[in-house]
């Protein structure tokens, strides 16, 4: 830290033209390569991760003050919210030492770290630091190895795709001068509404700190976006699901029935439940986990195909197929065992019955089913990668009987062998702090061409 006296200087220097990007701590990205791939073979692409704005340090910039500490606003500095997005900056973080985060080049390691902070949130990021990488996935393949041998029950080590701004909203809303470089503008089909900025404007109307988490709190607005879940999963369970939404792109729900909350789960923008592809929950509890067939002690490699009804990129998305590979196996998705529903594939058929048979509310088709999603993809989204606790539900809608209220002899309850008092946060952070995940060769390309 030998220049930070320079990078001091400078913030303050930046403070007086008003920009909202701190200096106080270096920002230097983790190089993350990817490969494309034809039938011809895959090229390399080097980028790098950011870690999401809601993570960092938020201050003054003028001087250190924090903007917020815990789990509250400074009412000088943010009297409302446009004036508190003027007045505060996004700082640089230390990936490894504040998060955890680690990178080889082409393996990226997010650990639990359990401090002032808990788990983390990063982004693909493309050249100059100045957009994220988009991706179109229809009529592609998407392919990354995972080791989640590290990670419990209760935790979540998730890569997925969401349909926030290229530029994290920087061109858009003028009081955003932070943009991607600082992880800006994150967006997901629950309309989260525990993020400081949306917008361009903090979210401090109606802010309501958490009751069980120090660092957290929601305000009135969240931020929605179509979202693919290509993998949330632990030690466990697995699942794949696509959430769609009934707009275009990032929008910012400013009310309970637009954002889905509480009694309003099924009134917002987004479908918050999605259209789930869990072995277990589907009936296979001998497929994943350790010692199963894909065996979880030990890295693998995960395949997710996105077909269209005309096998082109700008067909209609039909099915979203799940392959893996271990030691050399190529190990097709376990069939859904579950009566009246078929398959190992996500399709609209799928989605429909899976619903019908479990008795859930469909909100996936209501919202546009995987057409919808697809367009998603055609407009272009941003890969996802985090690991984190459940201050919500506990994580049991992953590895657990799920909800609590219900038999557990009842089709979909159970989602793995996690206890029913599993997850709780306090008590997988006491137990296991040094958790971790690993992504590594993340490759996209004509179906087929990334995995042999
Ligand atoms: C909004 O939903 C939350 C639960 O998520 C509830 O506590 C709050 O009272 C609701 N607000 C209104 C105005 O209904
Ligand atoms: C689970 O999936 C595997 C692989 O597809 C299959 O061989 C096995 O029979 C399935 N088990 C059950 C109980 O369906």
């Given at each position: 830290?030998?220049?930070?006296?320079?990078?001091?200087?400078?913030?303050?220097?930046?403070?007086?033209?008003?920009?909202?990007?701190?200096?106080?701590?270096?920002?230097?990205?983790?190089?993350?390569?990817?490969?494309?791939?034809?039938?011809?073979?895959?090229?390399?692409?080097?980028?790098?991760?950011?870690?999401?704005?809601?993570?960092?340090?938020?201050?003054?910039?003028?001087?250190?003050?924090?903007?917020?500490?815990?789990?509250?606003?400074?009412?000088?500095?943010?009297?409302?919210?446009?004036?508190?997005?003027?007045?505060?900056?996004?700082?640089?973080?230390?990936?490894?030492?504040?998060?955890?985060?680690?990178?080889?080049?082409?393996?990226?390691?997010?650990?639990?770290?359990?401090g002032?902070?808990?788990?983390?949130?990063?982004?693909?990021?493309?050249?100059?630091?100045?957009?994220?990488v988009?991706?179109?996935?229809?009529?592609?393949?998407?392919?990354?190895?995972?080791?989640?041998s590290n990670?419990?029950?209760?935790?979540?080590?998730?890569?997925?795709?969401?349909?926030?701004?290229?530029?994290?909203?920087?061109?858009?809303?003028?009081?955003?001068?932070?943009?991607?470089?600082?992880?800006?503008?994150?967006?997901?089909?629950?309309c989260?509404?525990?993020?400081?900025?949306?917008?361009?404007?903090?979210?401090?109307?109606?802010?309501?700190?958490?009751?069980?988490?120090a660092?957290?709190?929601?305000?009135?607005?969240?931020?929605c976006?179509?979202?693919?879940?290509?993998?949330?999963?632990?030690?466990i369970?697995?699942?794949?699901?696509?959430h769609?939404?009934?707009?275009?792109?990032?929008?910012?729900?400013?009310?309970?029935?637009?954002?889905?909350?509480?009694?309003?789960?099924?009134?917002?923008?987004?479908?918050?439940?999605?259209?789930?592809?869990?072995?277990?929950?589907?009936?296979?509890?001998?497929?994943?986990?350790?010692?199963?067939?894909?065996?979880?002690?030990?890295?693998?490699?995960?395949?997710?195909?996105f077909?269209?009804?005309?096998?082109?990129?700008?067909?209609?998305?039909?099915?979203?197929?799940?392959?893996?590979?271990?030691?050399?196996?190529?190990?097709?998705?376990?069939?859904?065992?579950?009566?009246?529903?078929?398959?190992?594939?996500?399709?609209?058929?799928?989605?429909?019955?899976?619903?019908?048979?479990?008795?859930?509310?469909?909100?996936f088709?209501?919202?546009g089913?995987?057409?919808?999603?697809?367009?998603?993809?055609?407009?272009?989204?941003?890969?996802?990668?985090?690991?984190?606790?459940?201050?919500?539900?506990?994580?049991?809608?992953?590895?657990?009987?799920?909800?609590?209220t219900?038999?557990?002899?009842?089709?979909?309850?159970?989602?793995?062998?996690?206890?029913?008092?599993?997850?709780?946060?306090?008590?997988?952070?006491?137990?296991?702090?040094?958790?971790?995940?690993?992504?590594?060769?993340?490759?996209?390309?004509?179906?087929?061409?990334?995995y042999?």
């Open positions: 830290m030998h220049s930070s006296i320079a990078f001091a200087t400078l913030a303050f220097a930046a403070g007086v033209l008003g920009q909202q990007a701190g200096t106080l701590t270096t920002e230097t990205h983790p190089a993350l390569s990817m490969s494309r791939c034809t039938t011809a073979g895959c090229a390399t692409e080097s980028h790098s991760i950011v870690l999401d704005a809601n993570w960092r340090w938020l201050h003054s910039t003028s001087d250190s003050t924090n903007c917020y500490t815990g789990n509250t606003w400074d009412s000088t500095l943010c009297p409302d919210a446009a004036t508190c997005a003027e007045n505060c900056a996004l700082d640089g973080a230390d990936y490894e030492g504040t998060y955890g985060i680690t990178s080889t080049g082409t393996a990226l390691t997010m650990t639990l770290k359990v002032s902070n808990v788990g983390s949130r990063v982004y693909l990021l493309g050249p100059k630091s100045e957009n994220y988009l991706f179109q996935l229809k009529n592609r393949e998407f392919t990354f190895d995972v080791d989640v990670l419990p029950c209760g935790l979540n080590g998730a890569l997925y795709f969401v349909e926030m701004d290229r530029d994290g909203g920087m061109s858009e809303y003028t009081n955003n001068k932070a943009g991607a470089k600082y992880g800006t503008g994150y967006c997901d089909s629950q989260p509404q525990d993020i400081k900025f949306i917008n361009g404007e903090a979210n401090i109307a109606g802010w309501t700190p958490s009751t069980n988490n660092n957290t709190g929601t305000g009135s607005h969240g931020s976006c179509n979202e693919m879940d290509i993998w949330e999963a632990n030690k369970s697995a699942a794949v699901t696509p769609v939404c009934n707009k275009a792109g990032q929008t910012m729900c400013t009310d309970n029935t637009t954002c889905g909350a509480g009694d309003d789960r099924y009134n917002g923008v987004c479908d918050k439940d999605g259209c789930d592809f869990n072995s277990y929950r589907m009936g296979n509890t001998s497929f994943y986990g350790a010692g199963k067939i894909v065996d979880t002690s030990s890295k693998f490699t995960v395949v997710t195909q077909i269209t009804d005309d096998g082109t990129d700008t067909g209609t998305l039909t099915e979203i197929k799940r392959i893996y590979v271990q030691d050399g196996v190529v190990i097709q998705n376990s069939k859904s065992d579950i009566s009246g529903v078929d398959g190992n594939s996500i399709t609209d058929t799928f989605c429909k019955a899976q619903k019908t048979a479990f008795g859930d509310t469909d909100s088709e209501t919202r089913g995987l057409a919808a999603m697809g367009e998603a993809f055609g407009r272009g989204m941003v890969l996802v990668m985090s690991i984190w606790d459940d201050y919500a539900a506990e994580m049991r809608w992953l590895d657990a009987p799920y909800p609590a219900a038999s557990t002899s009842k089709a979909g309850v159970v989602r793995g062998t996690c206890g029913a008092d599993s997850g709780v946060p306090a008590t997988v952070e006491a137990d296991s702090p040094g958790a971790s995940v690993t992504y590594s060769d993340i490759k996209v390309g004509a179906i087929g061409s990334t042999s």
